[in-house]
């Protein structure tokens, strides 16, 4: 790629160029063969019943009809439903919380705040699973907090329990999503100009009016955001589960992703597999479009 | 803005009790792991803990894994996403906007839909059980973000700096290399950061391409080691802790680049 050829030296970038296919030309390569080759073939295994090992024999729409009908596999989407509930409202709910207490009152220490809460986002879900296991053990620090404020009734088995498994994973992925939560809302926050909020106290608005009034308009953009990382994440929960349950009790916590796992290679029903995480993708999808449509309108 | 000093102190209740929640579970883990092992043992702390993990879970093979298999993926997808950005982000061409959208969807594509055929495909040709077969897909999924973002970062480089460059007679790939990268710097590290982390506790791809023992990653063989290992739990906590002290570390020590690159990289 020397500067004194031709077409090459003409104009700068910016200006029509054929050069630029050969910058892509690695990326475009790499994409092809471990991106879009695979979702292509994952299209064409999902119209298969197939063992991983012997022919396979074609079945049609039959994958789809079961995700969509047999309880058994429309179960795990129903949890999917609950984790959204822990993963998403609730970090979103607690971040904007935290993010405008520490903007309105000018927190001193804001950095510390923000770096802290936001930690979790960081450390391995495999870590995270197994810190949280401790946590919830029958005789681990929540119980025993729990028969020392002499609320022993309260106690439970966490993990081992149909009633609570799912709650507690769940409870997880809001300890790991809210300070993600936090951190873009304070960015969106800090463009909001003062007198805006000097305005609103003014007229009298308290702190909870100011924010539905200045902090949350000013926000949509990074709400949409939030949402849209917060329900993804939720949808794709796989390491939390395999850690922590293995999609027990019973099949308590079974999630999509981790039935993904479980049936195109555990269970040798391969198209099963892939067509759950062909659902799983084109829901991530929807959620993905919808939202940004539905912030981006809301703009106008 | 003024609050009242009552507001004020509730702020900081608030935030104080969030940032203890926040550091809870990994103080539990860094506790737990300092902790005797076996019942009955000397109290006191028992750092050792963290020597005997190292040996007993073989993590010495798992950490090195993770950071080969990290660093060829940074040093991969850097590159390629500085060379798209470029492409994209400073040179009209056609197709442009198609190519883009294309590379795009990869942001979109959980690796749950790619894994099962990726690791079929993979077995056929001998591919599994191998560094490539955690690396080229890591890098795969790790071009749309990098793209997106170098994109961004070339269209919003100075004109002017690039006129001047060409005027002096430098070439497309020269005033890459010399001007824009050089002047990048940080969006280019704060990129690099995230790919390092993503790909260090990316978990599902070596679960599922890796059978060998020798080449786990470091997830992949606390996962395991939780497994096997279940009579004492402090050696787990310190395996837990061995795992997760890199990205921790480099994340304390680049926090603000971190932090903004993510924010940014989201909200753009």
Known sequence: ?300 | MRVSAAERAVSYAVLLFAAVIALYPLVIILVTALRPDQVGAAGGLHPENFAEAWRRGNFGTYLRNSLIVSGCVVAVSTVLSCLTGYAFGCMRFRGSTVLFYLLLIGLMVPSEAIVVPLYYDLRSLGLTDTYLSLILPQVAQSLAFGTFWMRAYFRGSSREVVEAARLDGAGHFRILTSILLPMGRPAVLTMALLFFMWTWNEFLLPLVMITDESLRTAPLGLSNFQGQYTSGTALLAAAAVLVALPVVVVFLLTQRHFIRGMVEGAVK
């Open chain 1, 1 to 300: 790629m020397s500067a004194g050829r031709g077409t090459a030296t003409r104009g700068a970038p910016g200006e029509p160029r054929a050069v630029a296919y050969l910058y892509l030309a690695p990326a475009l390569l790499v994409w092809a063969l471990f991106m879009a080759w695979p979702l292509i073939r994952a299209v064409w295994l999902s119209f298969y019943e197939w063992d991983g090992l012997s022919v396979g024999t074609w079945v049609g729409l039959d994958n789809y009809v079961a995700v969509f009908t047999d309880p058994e596999l429309r179960e795990p989407f129903g949890h999917a439903l609950v984790l959204l509930f822990f993963f998403s409202v609730l970090p979103i709910l607690f971040g904007l919380v935290l993010a405008s207490i520490t903007a309105r009152a000018d927190v001193r220490g804001a950095g510390f705040f923000r770096t802290v809460i936001f930690l979790p986002q960081v450390v391995a879900m495999v870590v995270v699973a197994i810190a949280w296991r401790q946590i919830y053990e029958p005789s681990g620090p929540l119980n025993d907090g729990l028969r020392a404020l002499g609320l022993d009734g309260l106690t439970h088995a966490w993990l081992g329990e149909q009633a609570t498994a799912l709650a507690a994973v769940g409870l997880v992925g809001t300890w790991v999503g809210t300070g993600l939560c936090m951190v873009l809302f304070l960015a969106g926050l800090s463009k909001v100009p003062r007198e805006l909020y000097e305005a609103a106290a003014l007229d009298g608005a308290g702190a909870l009016r100011q924010l539905w009034h200045v902090g949350l308009p000013a926000l949509r953009g990074e709400i949409a955001v939030a949402i849209t990382l917060t329900v993804v994440a939720a949808l794709r929960t796989f390491d939390l589960v395999y850690v922590m349950t293995t999609g027990g009790p019973g099949t308590a916590t079974r999630v999509p992703a981790y039935e993904v796992w479980r049936w195109s290679l555990n269970e040798g029903r391969v198209g099963y597999g892939v067509t759950i995480a062909l659902v799983l993708t084109a829901l991530i999808l929807l959620v993905t479009v919808v939202v940004n449509q539905v912030a981006e309108r809301g703009e106008r």
